[in-house]
């Protein structure tokens, strides 16, 4: 084939330009209080997202990959769960800009909203972009424009804390005149038509009332359990959603558990009285949510109608209080005795199946005398009594036993792999394994090199003319995909050499930590921190221990299997 005119192909040389790859960006957007469909001045999620896809959709440097939203959040505080999320993504690479309607929308705590544009933006190489104020932090002219947007979000924070102020002070208000009511109504009782009231729920209210008689005759908390699944009776939780008065349907289990029998006897709103005021939240005093004293509280007395009889609620209250003052004096009594029962394994052991924490239990045994035992039980069970997982434990002296002889296994383990990690360096074996692992990598760093050559001289085949737009690109876009391959297959060549280096020497990390704990005798809090990562219990006292640098152990095994097939 005849080649082409080099000055016919002149001119659209200079039409090539550098591709610049679009930036992954996210929308961010945030609703203070649930969005119902209210007049809200345009700050409805729906409204921000479409005010950022527009600004989007008019940058083709920018493409977008995910909306984030956070609905019924304050802006005060960054501790938000599509925020979190978004920050993660963020740290990891995948979203590398960020817009927002507004700053508001983004925060509204002046010092925290700074630290995020001046230093941890910065620091990760974020672009963000605010479209009201026309704020973008990869092109602000300079100190002005910082100046009006530290302005803005200083604003942004008194704006927030005059809200709160007054929001606080007129909850207070109602309070102290009867006129507020609790949104989350107890059990037992439903809005009145105009929802200003409680009414009585007559089935519901059956229930309670079985409930204060069954405690009146001294039927325990665990007994009333039972017997309220026994006869098949809807939980609170599953009431209310079915009367209307709680929303959602994501409902897990029974529902019926001891505290919710406790909530249920210590609750006065079934003597009629309104208690308000427990918790206190107040922005513009600086105050995250904390619990009030009791002398602080709010008590509006015959504020609804009585479920139960004032005689029968002071009755169970005694009852309650005397039950207490007796569990208080028999933990004081063995309060030496536990103290001495230390868990070995808080926070390293957890459930199989829920993949939950094993909580750990003193249980006092009565047999020839009082005597006490560790147990851990399954935490989703234990504490919500439910089908989400089965009812299975492991006695502290079984783990411990079982623990102890997986410990002296790996002891024996280490000591016959550094005697054979001895005998194999320096062979035939490992110098075989060495060399195939630097031949790869050689072999890939030699293909990448002719690669380079032949994407450098595509350029020079296109200006000359051999190559025509099409063919170039073609050829630029196959040779740079191919570039990616051979990039990730030498990342992952060099990996597998250091990991074999790392594995064969006398000082990896799993055989360093074996010679530190060699000496100890006995399971210790300092043996379990050193050698344990976590241990997994399933079903019939059947336990797995997963070692710290276990993922070493298993690559220094591998290398010695390769090395023997070598050698």
């Known amino acids: 084939?005849?080649?082409?005119?080099?000055?016919?192909?002149?001119?659209?040389?200079?039409?090539?330009?550098?591709?610049?790859?679009?930036?992954?960006?996210?929308?961010?957007?945030?609703?203070?209080?649930?969005?119902?469909?209210?007049?809200?001045?345009?700050?409805?999620?729906?409204?921000?997202?479409?005010?950022?896809?527009?600004?989007?959709?008019?940058?083709?440097?920018?493409?977008?990959?995910?909306?984030?939203?956070?609905?019924?959040?304050?802006?005060?505080?960054?501790?938000?769960?599509?925020?979190?999320r978004l920050m993660e993504d963020v740290r990891t690479g995948k979203v590398q800009c960020i817009v927002v309607r507004d700053l508001s929308r983004f925060g509204r705590d002046y010092v925290e909203t700074g630290n995020y544009l001046e230093k941890i933006f910065p620091a990760l190489g974020t672009r963000f972009i605010s479209v009201k104020e026309n704020f973008d932090n990869f092109t602000r002219g300079g100190s002005v424009e910082s100046l009006s947007v530290s302005l803005q979000n200083l604003v942004n924070a008194i704006y927030s804390r005059d809200i709160s102020k007054k929001v606080s002070t007129a909850l207070r208000a109602q309070m102290e005149t009867g006129s507020f009511r609790n949104r989350n109504l107890p059990y037992g009782y439903l809005w009145n038509e105009d929802k200003t009231a409680y009414v009585v729920d007559e089935e519901a209210a059956a229930v309670v009332r079985q409930i204060f008689e069954w405690k009146l005759r001294e039927v325990s908390v665990y007994t009333i359990v039972e017997r309220l699944k026994a006869g098949g009776i809807e939980s609170p939780e599953r009431h209310k959603r079915r009367a209307?008065?709680?929303?959602?349907?994501?409902?897990?289990?029974?529902?019926?558990?001891?505290?919710?029998?406790?909530?249920?006897?210590?609750?006065?709103?079934?003597?009629?009285?309104?208690?308000?005021?427990?918790?206190?939240?107040?922005?513009?005093?600086?105050?995250?949510?904390r619990i009030t004293e009791t002398d602080k509280w709010i008590v509006v007395p015959d504020a609804h109608p009585p479920i139960v009889d004032l005689s029968d609620f002071e009755a169970v209250e005694r009852q309650m209080?005397?039950?207490?003052?007796?569990?208080?004096?028999?933990?004081?009594?063995?309060?030496?005795?536990?103290?001495?029962?230390?868990?070995?394994?808080?926070?390293k052991i957890f459930c199989a199946d829920c993949k939950k924490r094993m909580y750990y239990k003193r249980q006092r045994i009565q047999c020839k005398g009082v005597v006490f035992r560790g147990v851990y039980e399954c935490s989703t069970?234990?504490?919500?009594?439910?089908?989400?997982?089965?009812?299975?434990?492991?006695?502290?002296?079984?783990?411990?036993?079982?623990?102890?002889?997986?410990?002296?296994?790996?002891?024996r383990v280490a000591l016959d792999y550094e005697k054979l990690l001895k005998t194999m360096r320096g062979g035939a074996g490992e110098a075989s394994v060495r060399e195939k692992h630097?031949?790869?990598?050689?072999?890939?760093?030699?293909?990448?090199?002719?690669?380079?050559?032949?994407?450098?001289?595509?350029?020079?085949?296109?200006?000359?003319?051999?190559?025509?737009?099409?063919?170039?690109?073609?050829?630029?876009?196959?040779?740079?995909?191919?570039?990616?391959?051979?990039?990730?297959?030498?990342?992952?060549?060099?990996?597998?050499?250091?990991r074999f280096l790392e594995s064969i020497s006398p000082d990896n990390k799993w055989l360093t930590m074996m010679r530190g704990v060699a000496g100890m005798t006995g399971l210790t809090q300092e043996l379990v921190d050193a050698m344990i990562e976590k241990v997994l219990v399933y079903g019939e006292g059947r336990i797995e221990v997963v070692l710290n640098y276990n993922d070493v152990f298993s690559a220094m095994c591998e290398c010695v299997e390769q090395m023997k097939e070598a050698g």
């Open 1 to 84: 084939m005849a080649r082409k005119s080099r000055k016919a192909q002149a001119q659209p040389v200079a039409e090539v330009k550098k591709e610049t790859a679009a930036l992954p960006t996210a929308i961010y957007a945030r609703l203070s209080v649930e969005n119902s469909g209210k007049d809200d001045d345009g700050n409805s999620l729906q409204n921000q997202i479409a005010v950022c896809e527009d600004y989007l959709n008019g940058c083709p440097y920018l493409r977008l990959t995910e909306v984030y939203s956070d609905n019924g959040r304050t802006g005060t505080v960054f501790d938000r769960p599509a925020w979190n």
């Open 381 to 411: 069970h234990m504490s919500r009594r439910h089908g989400t997982c089965f009812k299975h434990a492991i006695r502290q002296d079984a783990l411990h036993e079982k623990v102890s002889n997986i410990i002296q296994d790996q002891f």
């Open 321 to 347: 209080q005397e039950d207490s003052s007796h569990r208080a004096s028999t933990m004081e009594w063995s309060a030496d005795i536990r103290a001495g029962m230390i868990d070995l394994f808080d926070g």
């Open 244 to 289: 209307g008065t709680r929303n959602g349907d994501n409902i897990q289990g029974e529902g019926w558990c001891p505290s919710t029998i406790r909530g249920i006897l210590q609750n006065r709103a079934y003597i009629g009285e309104m208690i308000c005021g427990k918790s206190e939240t107040a922005l513009y005093k600086g105050l995250k949510k």
């Open 438 to 498: 630097k031949a790869a990598v050689s072999s890939i760093k030699l293909r990448l090199n002719a690669l380079k050559k032949k994407r450098a001289g595509l350029y020079e085949s296109y200006v000359e003319g051999i190559l025509n737009e099409e063919e170039y690109a073609f050829a630029k876009q196959t040779y740079e995909e191919q570039y990616e391959a051979l990039s990730r297959l030498l990342d992952e060549a060099v990996e597998r050499r250091e």
